[in-house]
């Protein structure tokens, strides 16, 4: 059953993984620096954890920096955190129902992204540590010192790979000791040690070696403070429609009804809140929330068919619980089908894209009109005589493949994306310009971003130092009209 999860994850990305949405490029250009030995905060600047970067030059290790290698990171981890979903499930409900449940959890982690995402990453060192956590405080035995450190580092990990994920994640799992461990101060000062030396271990290296200090703040100035975004969790839209906050009220009236106050209803009771809590939150701090915040759904079923199945009150035979397996499991997976965002799977049998018919991110899906335009870009870049492998182009777009198409090094000490206020600020952005004047790219590909970043002024900058737009083609964006064209500046002598 194992392998079967495994071949489905990782057979469902090499597929279906040909869907092109303009974030995933971060992660594609993150591991390529890496792979080229750059080190994060002092090589390429990001407010971000660096973990999926790190993760990702791994698989390019093992497959080039290619498509590939995208595929199979979101393949092999979503299919590690399957494995554990259904080794942790099956032990208190039916094969069937965990085999269910796991299909539920595909697609509401990676089987809805079906590229690396630093979301995911965070979730992923979540979710390995949180099970080792479950299974041993599920027996109500004293936790052993090893799951107790292994935890902490996973949260740790957590941590640096997304802040808010990783914190509030860190949080959930020191409070679960605190209120059910049979030693809690003890069992919590070993697991919050161990997170804390990991931590620091990290934070010494990055500091070692960068200005890992001014970078890694995330919800702090000079970033976008996000503390604004919890008002929204108030919104009398989203307490109407969304089903997490519809089970935030059900689960207690389900489990006041239940009338069952063993320690065991009351464990169970307190992971389904915390669950929802957490995504709850998340739903509110991070980007593209529909494609993170639903991971609590499998989990919660899981746990609400062993708080009701398990109440001594109700006397179940094997039939009625095994009808409560399938209600609670046929209930979430319809809910589950209405909010799956089946992007990959529509790009993968949609007539409108066609795939790149060479380069690493061959077969990858765009627009014909914006697969014509990348290879007019290639053409464009092959002209220059450069030696491979050195930086002579700065690329400001989300093609950040055309790096390793070409064989060239992304330049150091650069941005990865360039937002304003999220990747790139005001002093950032004026050392950025004052970089320029040395006039060490001979090309710079220059997309404007979502934020309206770089700010309309920069091309006038540019050519002021001399560069001229020599061919400008649509992108992914270009529906929303031509403010996100992505325009060759090559510089003229």
């Given at each position: ?66 498509i ?16 554990l ?9 039916p ?36 099970v ?33 994920i990783?914190?509030?994640a ?6 679960q ?13 070993i ?10 271990i ?15 703040n ?14 929204g969790?108030?919104?009398k ?5 969304d ?12 489990f ?15 992971k ?5 809590g957490?995504?709850i ?5 991070s ?6 915040v639903?991971?609590?759904l ?18 179940l035979?094997?039939?009625?619980r ?6 609670v ?12 965002p ?14 790149l ?7 990858m ?20 005589p450069g ?38 600020f ?18 710079i ?8 970043t ?14 001229r737009?020599?061919l400008?083609?649509?992108?992914p ?17």
């Amino acid at each position: 059953m194992l392998a079967l999860i495994s071949l489905c994850s990782v057979g469902y990305m090499l597929i279906f993984g040909v869907f092109a949405f303009r974030d995933y490029s971060i992660i594609f250009d993150g591991g390529l620096r890496i792979w080229h030995g750059q080190i994060p905060y002092r090589d390429f600047f990001l407010p971000l954890g660096p973990m999926v970067f790190y993760l990702q030059a791994f698989f390019d290790l093992l497959a080039g920096p290619n498509i590939r290698a995208m595929q199979l990171h979101a393949g092999v981890i979503n299919a590690i955190v399957l494995c554990l979903f259904f080794l942790y499930a099956r032990r208190n409900i039916p094969t069937w129902i965990a085999l269910v449940l796991t299909g539920v959890l595909h697609f509401c982690y990676y089987g809805a992204t079906v590229n690396p995402w630093y979301n995911h990453t965070a979730l992923f060192f979540y979710f390995i540590g949180q099970v080792a956590l479950w299974n041993a405080l599920d027996d109500d035995e004293f936790v052993p010192v090893s799951c107790l450190i292994f935890s902490g580092v996973c949260a740790a990990l957590a941590v640096f790979s997304k802040q808010d994920i990783g914190g509030l994640a860190a949080v959930f799992m020191g409070s679960q000791l605190l209120f059910f461990g049979r030693r809690p101060l003890k069992e919590s000062m070993i697991y919050a040690g161990s997170g804390l030396l990991t931590a620091g271990i990290l934070v010494a290296y990055f500091q070692m070696h960068g200005d890992f200090g001014y970078w890694f703040n995330y919800g702090q100035p000079p970033h976008n403070i996000r503390e604004d975004r919890l008002a929204g969790l108030l919104d009398k839209d989203v307490l109407k429609h969304d089903v997490r906050w519809n089970m935030l009220l059900a689960v207690p009236l389900i489990f006041l009804c239940l009338q069952d106050y063993r320690k065991s209803a009351w464990w169970r009771f307190f992971k389904i809140l915390g669950l929802i809590g957490m995504s709850i939150v998340i739903g509110q701090t991070s980007g593209q929330p529909e494609w993170t915040v639903y991971f609590f759904l499998p989990w919660g079923a899981l746990f609400l068919i062993e708080l009701i199945s398990d109440n001594p009150r109700l006397e179940l035979n094997s039939s009625a619980r095994r009808a409560i397996c399938l209600l609670v499991g046929w209930i979430v997976f319809i809910y589950g089908t209405s909010i799956f965002p089946f992007h990959a799977v529509k790009a993968y049998f949609s007539r409108a894209l066609t795939p790149l018919p060479s380069g690493v991110y061959a077969r990858m899906r765009y627009k014909p009109e914006v697969a014509d335009g990348i290879e007019k870009i290639r053409k464009e870049l092959r002209l220059h005589p450069g030696a491979p492998g050195t930086s002579w182009f700065l690329n400001m777009s989300e093609y950040s493949f055309i790096y390793a198409d070409l064989n060239v090094q992304p330049p150091r000490q650069t941005h990865l994306w360039y937002h304003t206020h999220v990747t790139l600020f005001d002093k950032d952005y004026a050392a950025f310009k004052e970089r320029l004047r040395r006039k060490e790219f001979d090309y710079i590909l220059l997309q404007e971003m979502a934020s309206g970043t770089p700010p309309p002024e920069f091309r006038g900058y540019l050519e002021s130092l001399g560069y001229r737009p020599v061919l400008i083609v649509p992108t992914p964006k270009s529906e929303r009209g031509s403010l996100y064209d992505l325009s060759v500046y090559k510089r003229q002598l």
